[in-house]
Structure formats: C-alpha cells, structure tokens
C-alpha cells in the first residue's frame, strides 16, 4: 500500500523537483517507509511507500523498458491475481526480477494494454506512463477501495491519492461552492461519485480507468454490475460462495510483513478468522486478531433493535474455539473526540464523526504490531445485512435509505443560504440518477425489483463512504486494509441471487450465514447483526455538546454563517433530539451529528476554502 501524485503538462516545461516532492511528501503517512520520483519536462510523477510485498524489488516509481518503449508506473494497492498474471507474461516473453505485484502490474499493461484491467482480481489506484505514446493511463478498482482525485489547472493534470496532496500544488486554491454545501448537507458524510467537496477536485470514479493525453482525459468503464438471471440451485449457490470466501481470504493472506485480523465477534470478521485460521495452523503465535471497545462500555451499554449486544461474549467464543494471538484496544472518551481533528485531515472531508475517529485510534495500535490486517467489511452490503432491506418505511422513503431526514438537513441551513439551497431537489436528482444506472429482468418480481434498487444504492454509495473510512482512517497510519467480501466476483455474483434465497427464513444474511453453519460456532451463526461498536459513554455527549456550543458562542467560528444558529441552539439544549430522527445510518444520532458539524468547522479552518455562494 502507498501513496500516488503526479503532474502532466503538455505545453510547459514542469521539471520542477520541488513541487512533486512536497507533493510526495504530504502523502508520508500512506507510505512511511520510501520516496521517489520520475521527472521530465512533460510529466512528473511521485511515490510514497508501504512495503507489504518483496522489499528488495518493489521501489516506485517502477520504469520498464519492453521492446524500444520505456512505461514507468507509480501504484498504490494489492494484486491478489498475481500468480495467474505472471504464468500469462513468462509465457509471452517477459521476465521477472522478484514477485512484487508492481512489477507484475506494470508488464501486464504492457501486454494487455488498457483492457489490463480486466484483468485484475485486487484493489488498486494506478498511473502509467508511456513515453512512445506520451500519454498517461490511470484506473481506479471495481469499487474504489484504492483512492484517485485529480483536477485540471493552468495545463496540469494534477493527480493524487488524498486531496491534501493536490492542495500543495501553488496553482490550486480551495473553493467551496453550492455544490459542496449540496454534498457536505444533502449528502454527507457520504458523497456522489466522482464528487468531492472542493470546487473542481474530481475522483476517478470506482470501475473506470482513462487514458490523459495532449486532447485531454477520455474515461472508460470497464466493470458494473451484470444483470442475468441465477441459475444455480440452493445447494450450488452455498457451494459458490464457500468457494469464493475462501478463495478470496487465502488470497489476501500473503505478505511478507506481519498480518492480523480485526475480530468483532460479529459474522463477517468471525468467517474471515474461521477461513484464516487454516492458513495458520502451523504457526498459531502468528495468528494476530484484534478488537475494538470502549472505556465503561460493560457498564453504559444499552441495547437497541439497531445494537443488540456487545461484542465481548463472542469474541472470547472465537478466541477460545480458534486459538487466536489477541489483542483488545479500549479507546476512551477524551482521544474519541480529540481525534475527531485527526480524523477530519485524514479523509479530507468532513466524515462519520466518532465512527471515523475510533477506527482512525484503532488502526493506530494495530500498526503498533502489523502492518496488514483483513477486515469484514462489505458483506452487509453483499448479503443484505442492513435493516433498510426490510424496513418499510425505509424502502418506500424514495431516497437513499439511510439518510431520510431531509427536511432536518435542510433546517441545519443559515436563512439565507437555504433559501438558495434546496437539499431535497438536489438529493432526489442524485437518488434518480442511480436508479436510472440499474437494470432489470423482465422476469424479476415486484419485490425483487426493490430490493435490487436498495442493493444498487448500498454497493455503489453507502459502501464507498464505508470503503473512503476505511482506507483513509488506516493508511494515515501507514496499515494496510484488505476486504476479502469486497472481491468483484463475490459481488457480481450475489446481485443476481434471488431475494427470497439470499434472505433465507426471512433473516438478514440469512444465505450467508446456512453457507457457514459448519464454518462457525452456533452463537456466532446465530447472532444478530450489531454494527462496528460506539461509545455509549454518556462523557462523549456531553465533551462534543460542549466543542459544538464553543464553535457556535465564537464569532469568528467559519461554519457558523453557515448554519442555522437558533436550530443548532435547540439541538445543544435537547442534547440532539431536536433533530428528530439519525441523520445518517441507524446509529449516527444526537452526538454525531454534533461531532459532524465540529467537523466541517474543522474542516473550514484547515483548508480556508474560498467561499463561492
């Protein structure tokens, strides 16, 4: 894992080492351990680091001459397909010098050329020089778990891998538009594709790749989802999903620095640790998993239909069933709100408040003993195991299901501004614009059409707001996260599997969990689906009521010509229930939503946007 920038400019000369540097350098934390750059007249590219796979031979940027033509590539991600690539180069005339996947990468273009990243089976954000053609290919993966923002200034091409990075360059300033308070309030902490809150900063979107040249930038897509009908039985369907959870974790488990797993007792992480702990049957002191709670949690803990027990019971199940190496991290109140600011830098933006800033502090003691850990993200999204699949009122809001307090957003608005400002057109336009994406059978049900639309929305919006979490919260510590349910084949084949077969006996991940009855203990099959744990400290309420009554008491505070003060005076009385309903997911209530705005407030004293209302 690393860090990626770059600069293409075709009609001056940018062989400038200062700016790619600073460039490089602001990308530090993704790649701790080395720096380089490719520099000429027309394109400057930079590279930041994280060994994880053959340290002796895997330096970026990467030149290969083939042939008479020299591609020099900066990337940052994982190959998991390397071994299938590599048997397809030897055989047409390539040779190796190690087993990185850079390398391996790199000849793949060469003799793929831009269908290379058909492909590839991994998560990835990559640019490729080709100095024949003097053209730049970049590709982001399936679905975006590797970040790639660029934006056009003054003839430059400017690229990164975290927007801070395109910030250093002298010839782009931050603007906040109406756009960006459409996408901070209508949308936020999530954001439409290919968006981002700065006036003019794009990113590349998930499944395209494009090709830069003197004409300028033409994208592709090269992977959605494919609409077909399911022709596997049930027994067919169990079997095919047996084998591509183990396919995919045996996968990811290689590297050549130490790797753990995150363990929350929870289905998803418990089947990555089940599968994983066969890999390390020979070695158990290396087989690292680690957890996540909260100080006076045991005490505070309330159960809801959302949160229905703590963690703790079941990972001492999976410690004691597979001979786990654990370790528990306990966070506490005061560095849960302090790194709110961490948190915030990180992703750039505004994000999910405590949600972001614990797994920013927990991904910073994991470092502390391995560099790779594997993660169970992304099957709630895969297998349905969110409570808007069989929400009413979820499925029939006709909006993004887990944002449904329009109206609340839209009071959080300064008068003035959300006069100009109406969230509800603007979000209904992004909502019909996804559904617009989707395709149908002619012989899918009524029931089966709605839950292909909710499927659609959770895989390519509330899944990337998850997948931006996790990659900018871990990598600003220089820890590499991989997402074994995320693997493109996984998806593509549940969205074609009927609903009434992917819900079995009416549960939430109901065919997941029959496909690994005999993978897990019963309890763990068995358990309702908690969500990543929060704090019920009452302490955090009361710390993020008092930083959110500082920001609105400071007149010089930048959000707060923005909000509406007299709203955001009750919700500090009411200690948030005057925003009636969560405003983001289930549990991102009263005090998150006090966290988000400390977090734009954060956000514009950082960056110092021009503001363009």
């Avoid at 930041?48 to 020299?70: A, C, H, W, Y």
Wanted: glycine content about 4%; hydrophobic content about 35%.
């Amino acid at each position: 894992m690393c860090g990626i920038c770059g600069i293409v400019n075709y009609k001056q000369n940018i062989s400038n080492e200062k700016i790619i540097s600073n460039m490089t350098d602001i990308l530090s934390p993704r790649g701790p351990d080395e720096k380089g750059f490719y520099i000429n007249n027309n394109v400057n590219l930079g590279h930041r680091r994280l060994i994880v796979i053959d340290p002796e031979n895997g330096s970026q940027p990467m030149k290969f001459t083939f042939r008479g033509n020299t591609y020099i590539i900066v990337y940052n991600g994982q190959i998991y397909n390397t071994n299938e690539l590599k048997e397809i180069l030897l055989e047409n005339d390539f040779n190796f010098k190690g087993h990185c996947d850079t390398e391996i990468l790199l000849k793949a273009y060469i003799h793929f050329g831009y269908n290379v990243v058909s492909h590839l089976n991994g998560i990835f954000s990559f640019a490729i020089w080709d100095c024949s053609k003097n053209e730049l290919f970049i590709a982001r993966d399936h679905f975006g778990i590797k970040p790639f923002y660029y934006t056009y200034k003054n003839n430059n091409f400017i690229f990164a891998s975290e927007i801070k990075s395109i910030l250093s360059h002298p010839d782009v300033s931050p603007i906040l538009d109406e756009l960006s308070i459409y996408e901070l309030f209508g949308i936020g902490p999530s954001h439409t594709p290919g968006f981002t809150p700065f006036k003019d900063i794009f990113e590349l979107k998930p499944g395209y790749y494009g090709v830069y040249d003197a004409n300028g930038l033409k994208m592709e897509r090269y992977f959605k989802l494919i609409t077909a009908p399911h022709l596997d039985n049930f027994e067919e369907t169990c079997k095919k999903i047996q084998y591509y959870l183990d396919d995919s974790i045996s996968k990811q488990l290689v590297s050549d620095v130490p790797l753990g797993m995150m363990l929350s007792g929870g289905l998803d992480s418990s089947i990555i640790t089940a599968y994983a702990a066969k890999y390390f049957k020979d070695c158990p002191d290396k087989f690292k998993t680690f957890s996540v709670d909260y100080v006076d949690n045991d005490i505070n803990f309330k159960k809801s239909d959302f949160q229905p027990n703590s963690d703790t019971e079941f990972i001492n199940l999976m410690i004691e069933q597979f001979k786990c190496n654990h370790s528990k991290i306990v966070l506490d109140t005061p560095e849960l709100a302090k790194s709110l600011y961490n948190a915030m830098v990180a992703r750039d933006m505004p994000g999910m408040a405590d949600v972001d800033s614990s797994f920013y502090l927990f991904c910073k003691e994991i470092k502390k003993d391995v560099s790779v850990v594997l993660s169970g993200e992304c099957s709630d999204e895969i297998f349905a195991g969110y409570p808007w699949f069989f929400r009413k009122d979820a499925l029939s809001s006709n909006t993004f299901p887990w944002s449904i307090a329009i109206s609340e957003r839209q009071n959080l608005l300064n008068p003035s501004i959300s006069s100009q400002i109406n969230l509800k057109e603007y979000i209904d336009c992004r909502y019909n614009q996804a559904l617009n994406e989707i395709e149908y059978l002619d012989s899918d049900s009524k029931e089966t059409i709605e839950k292909r639309k909710i499927s659609y929305l959770t895989l390519n919006w509330w899944m990337q707001t998850l997948l931006d979490r996790t990659d900018r919260m871990s990598m600003s510590s220089g820890l590499e996260v991989r997402v074994p349910f995320c693997d493109y084949r996984l998806v593509q084949y549940m969205w074609n599997v009927p609903w009434e077969m992917k819900a079995l006996d009416g549960r939430e991940k109901g065919l997941l969990r029959y496909a690994v009855r005999n993978v897990l203990p019963e309890k763990i099959v068995k358990r309702k689906k908690s969500p990543y744990p929060k704090t019920h400290n009452p302490t955090y309420l009361k710390v993020v009521k008092e930083m959110l009554k500082n920001i609105i008491d400071d007149n010089n505070a930048p959000i707060k010509n923005i909000l509406n003060q007299n709203y955001i005076k009750d919700i500090l009385e009411t200690e948030g229930k005057a925003f009636t309903r969560p405003w983001f997911g289930q549990l991102m209530t009263g005090p998150q939503l006090m966290a988000y705005l400390c977090q734009v407030n954060m956000w514009l004293e950082k960056y110092q946007p021009k503001i363009e209302i």
